[in-house]
């Protein structure tokens, strides 16, 4: 049995081709009439540990009562993952959720954990194989809205997708659609889905979820421009950008803005040598939507993407639900 995690493709975000695509990819969104910059950019080492800080504060309800979902239904969820499955960690983060379940015995033969935050997945990756040396673990450093290949020598009998957390509502309804399809090509009928999601509740609660009293979210969300600074050598001085966190009940999603406090241009190098952009006070850029989902709407998102079987688990106030779902044969 080895102590060793294996590594397989390690994102290198300082890869000339690498670092080439992303500078394609900022200035895309950062040039449009409303700029974006993709919620992805939140993890760098600092950002993943602000989101855990996120994880305890009070207002922040979704991870405690995901915890409380696997804790009340954890027999059933441990019947309905079976044995011999290998469990695909997708945004694993600190590998807690992992963890938490294989602590309470919850075991699969292997463990694959992917992040695009690739230095705190290996180290919290490594930590967990010294806690549990009989699990073959894989860590993955990917960015999986782009490309998203499993080992070559991954067996495809009894893959378990594990997405936690909600982060599927950081896609749009359709293109989570097309990203949970991909999937389910990526498995076989032996293998499932155990995916987290956040269910439409009332606007005050979520909207405090986002903008916490304490300001954590508030820096998470000005950590994007820091790290957008070390990617490609821009200017963004952080103290210019405030947090803006609001439910959109039209659109039910939480939208996460950065506004600018004063009229200000953003410089950044180039090919061409100098890119730039220039805001007027109150101009914001887009850095995350969150979209909160019905039972029904996301059990039918799940069966369009080609899922069946599906099963779902609540809590007593129905502010969360957990899923699991078999590739439709
Ligand atoms: C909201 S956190 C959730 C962490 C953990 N799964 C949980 O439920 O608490 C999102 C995680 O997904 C990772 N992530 C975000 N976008 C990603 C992408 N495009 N490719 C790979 N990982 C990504 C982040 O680094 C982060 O660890």
């Known amino acids: 049995m080895s102590s060793e995690v294996r590594l397989h493709q390690i994102l290198d975000w300082d890869s000339p081709q690498q670092n080439a695509r992303l500078r394609r990819e900022l200035a895309a969104g950062l040039l449009q009439a409303k700029a974006s910059?993709?919620?992805?950019?939140?993890y760098d080492r600092l950002g993943s540990r602000l989101f855990e800080a996120i994880t305890e504060l009070p207002e922040y309800y979704p991870t405690r009562t995901e915890a409380a979902i696997f804790s009340?239904?954890?027999?059933?969820?441990?019947?309905?993952?079976?044995?011999?499955f290998t469990l695909i960690d997708l945004?694993?983060?600190?590998?807690?959720?992992?963890?938490?379940?294989?602590?309470?015995?919850?075991?699969?033969?292997?463990?694959?954990a992917v992040d695009i935050s690739v230095d705190f997945m290996r180290d919290s990756l490594q930590q967990l194989k010294r806690e549990l040396p009989a699990i073959e673990m894989i860590g993955i450093g990917i960015d999986f809205t782009h490309e998203f290949e499993l080992p070559d020598d991954l067996p495809l009998k009894r893959r378990v997708f594990f997405y936690p957390g909600s982060s599927i509502g950081n896609f749009s309804p359709p293109d989570a659609?097309?990203?949970?399809?991909?999937?389910a090509d990526r498995m076989d009928a032996s293998g499932g889905l155990l995916i987290g999601v956040d269910l439409i509740k009332a606007s005050a609660l979520l909207d405090a979820a986002y903008d916490?009293?304490?300001?954590?979210?508030?820096?998470?969300?000005?950590n994007l421009l820091r790290h957008v600074n070390v990617r490609i050598d821009a200017d963004f001085d952080l103290r210019?950008?405030?947090?803006?966190?609001?439910?959109?009940?039209?659109?039910?999603?939480?939208?996460?803005?950065?506004?600018?406090?004063?009229a200000l241009t953003v410089n950044w190098p180039d090919a061409a040598g100098r890119s730039l952009r220039q805001f007027v006070a109150g101009e914001r850029i887009h850095t995350e939507n969150s979209y909160k989902y019905s039972p029904e709407g996301f059990t039918a998102l799940l069966a369009s993407a080609g899922f069946s079987d599906i099963r779902m688990w609540t809590d007593p106030r129905g502010w969360f639900a957990l899923f699991f779902a078999r590739r439709a044969e």
């Open 212 to 222: 916490d009293a304490l300001g954590v979210t508030a820096a998470f969300n000005r």
């Open 72 to 84: 009340e239904h954890l027999p059933a969820i441990r019947q309905a993952l079976g044995q011999g």
């Open 37 to 42: 910059i993709a919620p992805k950019f939140f």
């Open 240 to 262: 210019d950008w405030q947090h803006v966190a609001f439910y959109n009940a039209t659109d039910a999603r939480i939208e996460m803005h950065l506004e600018a406090r004063r």
């Open 177 to 183: 659609g097309r990203f949970l399809r991909g999937l």
């Open 91 to 112: 945004g694993c983060g600190s590998c807690g959720k992992a963890g938490r379940l294989f602590h309470a015995g919850v075991l699969p033969s292997r463990y694959v």
